[in-house]
C-alpha cells in the first residue's frame, strides 16, 4: 500500500494501529522523524517522511497513515 502523507514535524498522525502519535522531531542527518504515542508514556520511535516505520517495505503498526491535526 503507497502511503500518501508527507510527515511534518508538529503534526498529529493516526498510525496504522488506531493510536495518535506526535512527531516532534526531525533528526537533520538521518532525516528521520521523532515520533511519541499519545497517551503512551515511554513509547517513542522513529518513522521516515512518508510516514513508515524504520524505512520498512512491509507495513507496521507504527507507520503513520493520516493526518489528525496539523
Known amino acids: 500500500m503507497k502511503n500518501e502523507i ?3 514535524v ?3 498522525y493516526k498510525r496504522r ?6 512527531v516532534y522531531f ?3 542527518v538521518s532525516g528521520m522523524f521523532d515520533c511519541v504515542v499519545i497517551g ?12 513508515r516505520y ?3 517495505v512491509i507495513e507496521s503498526p507504527n507507520d503513520l497513515v493520516e493526518v489528525e491535526q496539523d
Open 6 to 8: 508527507v510527515v511534518e
Open 10 to 12: 508538529g503534526n498529529i
Open 17 to 22: 494501529d488506531g493510536l495518535l502519535a506526535f
Open 26 to 28: 526531525k533528526n537533520p
Open 40 to 51: 503512551q508514556c515511554s513509547l517513542f520511535y522513529f518513522v521516515n517522511k512518508e510516514g
Open 54 to 56: 524504520l524505512n520498512s
